[in-house]
């Protein structure tokens, strides 16, 4: 009697639980299929290749104020030295780089940019060319991004930076 109780009560669990467990499944079938390729489509590629142009012109510049401006207010910043949270930490960091190695030449290139419901996410390759104590050094690695909306304009929510070289602490 306790054994047929039991595989009764574990038949319930099992049903209840299996409508859920479908539930769940197609909350996440259905975040996919939102998912957007958004590299042919004129609007995103004018909006994201704005976001680009003033990012390359930024550091370009040097201009670790005009970096952090291109993030969200609690944007998130990871490179190899660290991980930089808010627009004032990501200035500082930008600051003090380019103080000890400025960038004479900058350049980036966008592999995919695609859309999940409100969000944008984007990666590609970077190079610049950086002056150290000892001469000209060139750089070069991958990143990636994740951008919103904020107000009429898309921001860098994460942004994460990877070297293939990286400066020497001179």
């Not at 479908?22 to 909350?27: G, S, T, Y």
């Not at 909006?47 to 003033?54: E, I, N, Q, R, T």
């Not at 550091?59 to 998130?76: C, P, Q, V, W, Y």
């Amino acid at each position: 009697m306790k054994i047929c109780l039991l595989l009764i009560l574990a038949g319930s669990v099992i049903s209840f639980a299996l409508p859920v467990l479908a539930q769940q499944n197609d909350a996440v079938d259905r975040q996919t299929v939102q998912q957007r390729d958004l590299l042919g489509v004129a609007k995103a590629i004018d909006d994201f290749g704005a976001v680009s142009l003033k990012l390359e012109e930024a550091f370009k510049k040097n201009d670790a104020s005009a970096i952090a401006a291109l993030f969200t207010e609690d944007g998130i910043l990871v490179v190899s030295d660290g991980m930089f949270s808010g627009r004032q930490a990501i200035e500082k960091r930008y600051a003090d780089s380019f103080q000890r190695w400025p960038i004479t030449t900058f350049s980036a290139q966008r592999y995919q940019l695609n859309a999940i419901d409100n969000a944008v996410w984007s990666v590609g390759e970077w190079w610049s060319t950086i002056q150290s104590e000892t001469g000209p050094k060139f750089e070069g690695g991958y990143w990636s991004a994740i951008y919103i909306h904020e107000g009429d304009d898309w921001k860098i929510r994460l942004l994460t930076v990877s070297g293939r070289h990286q400066p020497s602490r001179d």
